[in-house]
Nanobody
Framework: VQLQASGGGLVHTGDSLRLSCAAS????????IAWFRQAPGKEREFVAA????????LYADSVKDRFTMSGDSAKNTMYLRMSSVEPEDTAVYYC????????????????WGQGTLVTVSS
């Protein structure tokens, strides 16, 4: 499985942005896709996860009222809609896939994309 994350860029506080995670290869092995992020000098942290069938899904407390995941199984692409972004959202965002529901459990994700940088200026 190969994952291609895209959509990052420079935005301002309060703006919206949509990230994409396109899966290719053995996509039949992709059951869950999650987003993680890593800010400069910080540990990687979980952002959100969901399956192609919408349930189950999980969001980090820091984003659950602002970020939404959606998917297009026909395109093998999962999206992360980021709204009301804050400078604290600045990070490299990685998507990861797992063959079962793993929620925020990092070892449950077998494949990782290369990351896309989101910078939120104040």
């Amino acid at each position: 499985v190969q994952l291609q994350a895209s959509g990052g860029g420079l935005v301002h506080t309060g703006d919206s942005l949509r990230l994409s995670c396109a899966a290719s290869g053995r996509t039949s092995e992709v059951y869950t896709i999650a987003w993680f992020r890593q800010a400069p000098g910080k540990e990687r942290e979980f952002v959100a996860a969901r399956t192609w069938t919408d349930l189950p899904f999980l969001y980090a407390d820091s984003v659950k009222d602002r970020f939404t995941m959606s998917g297009d199984s026909a395109k093998n692409t999962m999206y992360l809609r980021m709204s009301s972004v804050e400078p604290e959202d600045t990070a490299v965002y990685y998507c990861a896939s797992g063959s079962r529901w793993s929620g925020s459990y990092v070892p449950g994700y077998e494949y990782w994309g290369q990351g896309t940088l989101v910078t939120v200026s104040s």
